[in-house]
C-alpha cells in the first residue's frame, strides 16, 4: 500500500484546515445556537466579545488529528483506485478510471474517514461553540479548558458513547458526499485538460474549489443534524435518534433549518478544496 498518499493528504488536509477554520467556526455556531441573525452578524460578535482568537476556537486540536484523518480520505481513496484499477495516481491520467470506480474509491474514503473522525470532530464542535472570551478577571471560565480536558469531560459526563454522539450523522454525511467530491473533481479536470496530460495548477484549483462546493451542498442538512445532535448532550437535550433530531429541529424551525450554514460552507469551501487538491497533487508530482 503506498504511503505516499497518506503524508500528502496529512500535509494538504493542514493547509486546508488553517486556511478554512474560521468559516467553519461560523459554520458551527450558525448551526447549533439560535443567538446571531446571520453570518455576519455571527462574525461581529465573535470579534467584539472574543477578539480574533475566537474565530480559531478548537483548532489546535484539528491540526494533530483532523488533519491525520484528511490523510485516511486521500490515501484510502487513492489506493482502493489502485485495488480497482491496478493503477497508480501517476498513471491515472493516461489510464483513467471510471467515474464509478472514482465514486467507489471516494465513499470508501469518506466512510473511513467518518469513523475516525467522530470523536476528534466532537471535540471540535464543542471548542467552537464556547462563546465565553479568553480568561478575563472576574469573567467565567469557560466549560472546556482545552481539547484534552473537553474528551475528558464527555467522557466522564456522557460515557464512551458521548464521544461518538452524531456518529452516524457524520457517517451518512461523509460516504456518499465524498463520492460526489472526487467525482467532480476528476470530471472538471478532464473536461479542461488534453488527454494522457497532467492539469495545470489553475484547473487543479478551479476543480478542487468547486469540487467542494458541489460536496458541502449535498452536505449541509446532515452537517446540521450532525452539529446539533453533538450539541445536545452540552445542552442536556436528548434526541431519540438522527431521525427524531431532523423531525424536531423542522418542526421548531421550519425546513429551511438544514440549510443553515450553506452559505458560509460554500464560501469556505472553494479556497480549502482549491488549496488542498492543489498541494496534494503538487506533493505527490514532486515525489513522483
Avoid at 51 to 63: A, D, N, Q, R, T
Avoid at 64 to 92: D, K, M
Avoid at 202 to 225: E, Y
Wanted: with cysteine.
Amino acid at each position: 500500500m503506498p504511503a505516499e498518499e497518506f503524508v500528502a493528504g496529512w500535509i494538504s488536509g493542514a493547509l486546508g484546515l488553517v486556511l478554512g477554520h474560521p468559516f467553519d467556526t461560523v459554520k458551527v455556531r450558525l448551526q447549533t445556537q439560535t443567538t446571531y441573525r446571520g453570518i455576519v452578524d455571527c462574525m461581529v460578535k465573535t470579534y467584539r466579545h472574543e477578539s480574533l482568537l475566537g474565530f480559531f476556537k478548537g483548532m489546535s486540536f484539528p491540526i494533530a488529528s483532523i488533519a491525520v484523518v484528511n490523510s485516511v480520505l486521500f490515501g484510502v481513496y487513492s489506493n482502493a483506485l489502485l485495488a480497482l484499477t491496478a493503477t497508480s495516481h501517476q498513471e491515472r491520467r493516461a489510464q483513467p478510471p471510471s467515474y464509478t470506480h472514482v465514486f467507489i474509491a471516494g465513499c470508501t474514503g469518506g466512510f473511513l474517514q467518518a469513523y475516525c473522525l467522530a470523536p476528534f470532530d466532537l471535540i471540535k464542535v464543542r471548542l467552537q461553540n464556547q462563546t465565553e472570551p479568553r480568561a478575563k478577571p472576574g469573567s467565567p471560565p469557560p466549560r472546556y479548558r482545552g481539547p484534552v480536558h473537553c474528551a475528558a469531560s464527555i467522557f466522564q459526563a456522557e460515557g464512551p458513547r458521548g464521544l461518538f454522539r452524531g456518529a452516524w450523522a457524520l457517517t451518512l454525511r461523509d460516504t456518499p458526499t465524498l463520492g460526489i467530491y472526487f467525482v467532480t473533481y476528476e470530471w472538471l479536470c478532464r473536461q479542461f485538460t488534453p488527454d494522457g496530460q497532467t492539469p495545470s495548477s489553475g484547473t487543479v484549483l478551479v476543480a478542487g474549489g468547486f469540487a467542494g462546493i458541489t460536496s458541502w451542498v449535498a452536505a449541509t442538512p446532515l452537517d446540521v443534524i450532525k452539529s446539533r445532535m453533538q450539541m445536545a448532550g452540552l445542552k442536556q437535550r436528548a434526541y431519540g435518534g438522527l431521525l427524531d433530531c431532523m423531525v424536531s429541529s423542522a418542526r421548531q424551525e421550519g425546513l429551511g433549518v438544514f440549510f443553515r450554514g450553506l452559505t458560509i460552507n460554500s464560501a469556505r469551501a472553494f479556497p480549502v478544496n482549491a488549496v488542498t487538491f492543489l498541494s496534494y497533487e503538487h506533493l505527490l508530482l514532486s515525489w513522483g
